[in-house]
């Protein structure tokens, strides 16, 4: 178990749990725009579609029901249809079993299979992988912005829950951002990638003592909601393309109803609704 949950002291009687990349942080689009798609059409040689896959890219991990799903999960779903529709990938079938069933889907678990297996899709897909961190960091500062209202949401938390960051972002990447934007004062704890999955951290934080309906998950992913329904307790949708507006009706609305106990029911299955008709 990670070191950190063992050192984490409960403060208050709430909490809540905020995602970083597309909820709080405005990175996401960004980072599958310039670098996600771009290094899996330069690995596999694939300029040739390049406009139709990049596009097709992004549906898959930004503006569908897949949002947010893990890095090697879409990179196997993608090159599957690539495969399919115009051009044969070699060796997919490692890749597509290794995301389906590997215990962990990280560069280094990625890094030791490709080695025990000696298969060329796994290699491709680690180097693309690497490509993909290394263009990232290449990312301008003044590009990796939280939304607005995310630094006003946080303080009125704050003020009143314990916070978490709930990520499944590199813990560096994220601490560096948070930290340069002043969001780091609103935050309680860091569990990111590192951590364990979202659900997982969830989980364990309940060991804390909290109530579930006296937690809260922040997050604009299909799979930030999974956790929180995982664990039982409550979730608040960051709409995409409506980021301002879903963090000051956070602040306005959302977070009263939690803290006077309003929150499930009705208000949590409208927000719920909203949510999947937004990534529809």
């Not at 215990?103 to 030791?112: C, F, G, T, Y």
Request: charged share 30%.
């Amino acid at each position: 178990m990670p070191e950190v949950f063992d050192t984490y002291t409960k403060k208050k009687a709430f909490l809540v749990c905020v995602d970083s990349d597309g909820c709080a942080m405005d990175t996401m689009d960004i980072k599958h725009y310039n670098c996600f798609g771009p290094c899996m059409v330069e690995e596999w040689g694939l300029s040739q579609w390049r406009e139709a896959i990049l596009k097709r890219w992004n549906e898959i991990n930004l503006y569908s029901m897949t949002r947010g799903i893990n890095r090697f999960k879409a990179l196997s779903l993608c090159l599957k249809e690539i495969s399919h529709q115009y051009k044969p990938i070699e060796d997919l079938g490692s890749l597509e079993h290794w995301a389906e069933f590997s215990h962990e889907l990280s560069n280094d678990a990625l890094r030791e299979e490709a080695e025990k297996t000696d298969s060329i899709c796994l290699k491709k897909a680690l180097a693309w992988s690497l490509a993909v961190n290394a263009k990232i960091q290449e990312l301008p500062e003044e590009n990796k912005l939280p939304f607005e209202g995310v630094k006003e949401g946080l303080a009125k938390a704050h003020a009143c829950c314990d916070v978490a960051i709930v990520s499944s972002a590199n813990p560096d990447a994220v601490t560096a951002e948070w930290e340069q934007h002043g969001l780091m004062d609103y935050v309680d704890v860091m569990l990111a990638q590192n951590a364990g999955s979202k659900a997982y951290c969830i989980g364990k934080m309940l060991e804390q003592g909290y109530e579930k309906q006296q937690v809260l998950m922040v997050g604009d992913a299909p799979g930030d909601r999974q956790a929180a329904q995982k664990n039982g307790v409550l979730y608040y949708p960051i709409l995409v393309r409506r980021e301002k507006e879903s963090w000051e009706r956070f602040e306005r609305e959302g977070l009263p109803k939690f803290l006077e106990g309003s929150f499930a029911g009705a208000y949590q299955e409208a927000l719920l609704r909203e949510f999947e008709q937004n990534l529809s």
